[in-house]
């Protein structure tokens, strides 16, 4: 994991000091510029530290980087709260135990969903909802969100995972109509959890997978993290016709993601009523 981290945390500064424009940062232009990012010695004056310092940390040589070095650094490069909570989080996880200890990484996501939680599926009914792992897996739903989505495409493998029906399957495209901003999401929620599943097979696997859909690999090596909170989705369903859902994402204690699909607005709060009602209708014929 150390050798994973200190990549994880080099790559992630080259990044955004290399996409952040000395306009961004409030330094002026002198010049002709071989590249539109920072150089190494203009961040390295914006935060205060040393050119070497800085270049030890973009090549992963430096495994202890000081609280505040790491806040300096993460303002310097005008990151959001949430990449700034991710950054410390990569600088924690590099430092020698025991702040190790305090980010827990051994084990593999777990994909039982507990009872309780099955039980809160049902109870939130008809309101479509379901559970998502650490990894974008699909791991149970209620009978609302499976009616909603079967249309979609959302559970056709028999493993079903959001970020694989994002970026692989062509219905996504067509569904989503801000399909960009969905393939964003997904990727920022697979960077969240690379710090701690970053080395397990599952999650190399699915990565790998991935980055051979430039859409994806573009969105990777960018290292942008912006975490989970209520949104508008908007959806084009075979049945239903335009959806306006807000979705509202409850993490569990043990990583996993109970996600509601709530209707935006009356319009679309008819059509999911009638869709179930049609789909229980026909069911009850069958």
Request: proline share 7%.
């Amino acid at each position: 994991m150390g050798v994973a981290v200190r990549g994880e945390l080099a790559e992630f500064l080259r990044s955004h000091r290399e996409r952040l424009t000395p306009e961004a940062a409030g330094l002026p232009l002198f010049g002709r510029r071989r590249t539109p990012g920072l150089r190494r010695e203009e961040l390295a004056t914006l935060a205060g530290v040393s050119i070497d310092y800085l270049v030890r940390l973009e090549q992963g040589r430096d495994t202890n980087p000081s609280p505040a070095v790491v806040m300096a650094i993460a303002d310097a490069l005008r990151l959001s709260d949430d990449e700034k909570r991710h950054f410390a989080l990569l600088a924690l996880k590099t430092n020698a135990a025991p702040f190790g200890e305090l980010c827990p990484s051994h084990g593999a996501p777990s994909n039982e969903v507990r009872a309780t939680l099955r039980t809160l599926l049902d109870r939130v009914n008809p309101t479509p909802a379901f559970v998502a792992g650490r990894l974008s897996d699909v791991l149970a739903w209620n009978e609302s969100w499976r009616t909603l989505v079967t249309p979609l495409g959302i559970l056709d493998e028999e493993h079903p995972n959001l970020a694989r029906y994002i970026f692989l399957n062509p219905a996504a495209r067509h569904v989503m109509s801000d399909w960009a901003g969905a393939a964003d999401g997904q990727t920022s929620v697979l960077r969240a959890a690379h710090p701690r599943w970053g080395s397990d097979p599952q999650f190399v696997g699915l990565i790998d997978e991935l980055r051979a859909v430039p859409e994806f690999a573009k969105r990777w090596e960018a290292h942008t993290i912006s975490l989970r909170r209520p949104r508008v989705a908007r959806l084009v369903h075979p049945d239903a016709g335009q959806l306006a859902l807000t979705l509202e994402t409850l993490t569990t204690e043990d990583d996993q993601h109970l996600q509601t699909w709530l209707p935006y607005d009356e319009t679309t709060e008819v059509a999911i009523r009638t869709l179930l009602a049609t789909s229980l209708r026909i069911v009850r014929r069958a």
